[in-house]
């Protein structure tokens, strides 16, 4: 009986067999090798010696459960990226507050040393004692101003909106105004459609729209005009306030919606430059948008947009006479 042919078919398992023994153990030792590297980058993430996931390129159990993995390390990543903005805005926040208080509080230690000194020449008293209360505004404005700011960024304000009528909202902020510009030689106009109505938060679009308003009079002489107007159509609403004063210098377009910004080329000493980031970011809570237009010796134009939703219908006064859903136009 010939057994060779048996022999052969023996060697040629065994063989096959040691082969997938060895696949298997390498197999085995590369997972191995694979769990332990991911352990170390595990353990360097903990440590914060790195950041990123683990290498999850291929196909398998193991890769999957990688691939979770370094899910739970984008979400932890995003987390801290999120804590680590919450405290440089808060240490910014403290350095501004710091930083813009010292000037008047500066003041007011000098004025209150003058007063003493002075107690006995009344119109001196009288001359300081206005000083102090000016510069007491100025704390009070900034403060409110930084707290508003803080508030919206923090996401902590939910605004209370309802349809109003733009020409009412106008002629609010015309009234606060009025006094001052009748008391500078200047005038106020509004000019738009009575019956145009907007989504919003009445007071804090006015703080917004007021702070506008009180910029242009900053930065407009005896004489001057300022004009708000408000346009609708189906789609859009637009609130301009336009001056004629002094314009804004090229250099500081790109920078005026900046915290704390001063420009080199201002006449303003008073302002606390808190007016327009504040009122841009007001308006940006409305899911609008601000633009401006300047040019020196013509005078400023901010645009302010609101985008109508496609499913609010429109704002207008509908032709048909229908009082709900979409105008035909």
């Known amino acids: 009986m010939n057994l060779f042919p048996v022999v052969l078919l023996l060697l040629c398992i065994l063989c096959g067999m040691t082969a997938a023994l060895g ?44 691939h979770e993995v370094n ?82 960024d923090a996401g902590t304000i939910t605004l209370e909106q309802s349809q109003e009528n733009i020409s009412d909202l106008l002629e609010y902020i015309r009234r606060q105004y009025s006094f001052r510009a009748g008391q500078e030689g200047k005038e106020l106009i509004l000019e738009g459609e009575e019956q145009a109505v907007l989504s919003c938060d009445r007071v804090w679009l006015s703080e917004a729209i007021g702070n506008l308003v009180k910029n242009a009079l900053d930065h407009t002489d005896q004489g001057d005009c300022i004009l708000i107007r408000w346009h609708q159509s189906p789609y859009l609403t637009q609130i301009t306030v336009e001056d004629t004063g002094n314009g804004i210098h090229p250099e500081d377009l790109y920078h005026i919606f900046k915290r704390f910004y001063r420009s080199r080329f201002s006449k303003d000493t008073q302002g606390t430059g808190l007016g327009l980031p504040l009122a841009k970011l007001i308006i940006e809570a409305h899911q609008g948008s601000i633009e401006v237009w300047s040019e020196l010796g013509r005078g400023t134009i901010f645009t302010i947009s609101f985008l109508h939703q496609a499913d609010a219908g429109c704002f207008l006064p509908c032709k048909t006479g229908q009082e709900d859903g979409p105008c035909e136009w």
Not at 96 to 123: F, K, M
């Open 71 to 152: 899910v739970l390390v984008a979400i932890a990543d995003a987390h801290g990226d999120s804590e680590r903005r919450a405290r440089e805005f808060l240490r910014d926040i403290i350095s501004d507050i710091s930083h813009q208080l010292r000037t008047p509080v500066a003041a007011l230690n000098i004025y209150n040393g003058i007063l003493r000194q002075e107690a006995a020449d009344a119109a001196t008293v009288l001359e300081f004692a206005d000083r102090s209360e000016k510069e007491l505004d100025r704390i009070q404005s900034l403060v409110e101003s930084l707290l508003k700011m803080a508030r919206l």
């Open 23 to 66: 696949l298997a153990v390498w197999r085995l030792r590369y997972q191995e090798q694979s769990m332990d590297r991911a352990a170390r980058q595990i353990a360097e993430y903990i440590l914060n010696q790195q950041k990123g996931g683990i290498e999850c390129n291929r196909e398998g159990a193991m890769y999957r459960l990688f």
